[in-house]
């Protein structure tokens, strides 16, 4: 029988472990190259998310942009407006301190008392969403000085169309100095209180000086029109409140 040179058993473990450490090299460059695979995946889907949010809301502003406000959404005989309704206005002049709760029974307010620190100047804005808005009883205060606030709701905040052309009827007013161009537009959320009535998601309400005695001023509609906005500022317009008419107020 044969015996196995020692030489050539050396030989055959160096061949194996040269295979082994060949298999391993392999293995981590396969490893490697699944690493840099995965990193490139996910900085091109990185990429393409910030360039299409970026074209996405170019697109949202070139579409906003440059519509009279009658053109924006749809004609108000398809907006499915209810008929404008009033109620006796109270409140007045009664300013509560900043932070202190207060509890409209509408949904949205038009009238009522509210906070004393009216928004200024270089705070208001005539679009705002649910991260920027300020609180109610702020806003309230604005409808006292004339102000006509235009609310959206949760439905309407989901819904890319409807919001480009809010901020479009917001485009046509954007001096907020000028004291003909009082509207602003805001979310009305789920934790400001009731719903709106019916199949409504929008509500243009106005804190009117009215003939006979102040009165809040509603109009619930469901679609965006552009045309409803219009008519009902003409309606009532921003002289037409407690202390639109006051220059001393903003």
Known sequence: MAKTSPKGTAKSKDAGRRAVVEQMRREQQAKERRKTLLMIGAAVLVGAIIIGTAVWQLVREQAADGRELAAIGVPASEAGCQDVVTEDAAGEGEHRPPGEGISYEDAPPAFGPHWENALQPGEVRKFYTADDRPEVERLVHSLEHGWTILWYDDTVAGDETALT????????????????????????????????????????????????????????????????????MDEYPASDSPEGVNPQVF
């Open 165 to 232: 052309d809010l901020e479009g009827v917001a485009d046509n007013f954007p001096d907020v100095t000028d004291r003909e161009q009082k509207i602003i537009v805001a979310p009305w959320t789920a934790d400001d209180g009731g719903e709106f009535p019916d199949d409504a998601h929008l509500a243009l309400t106005h804190w009117s000086a009215g003939s006979a005695g102040q009165e809040g001023v509603w109009q619930y509609c469901s679609e965006v029109s552009g045309e409803v906005v219009a008519d009902f």
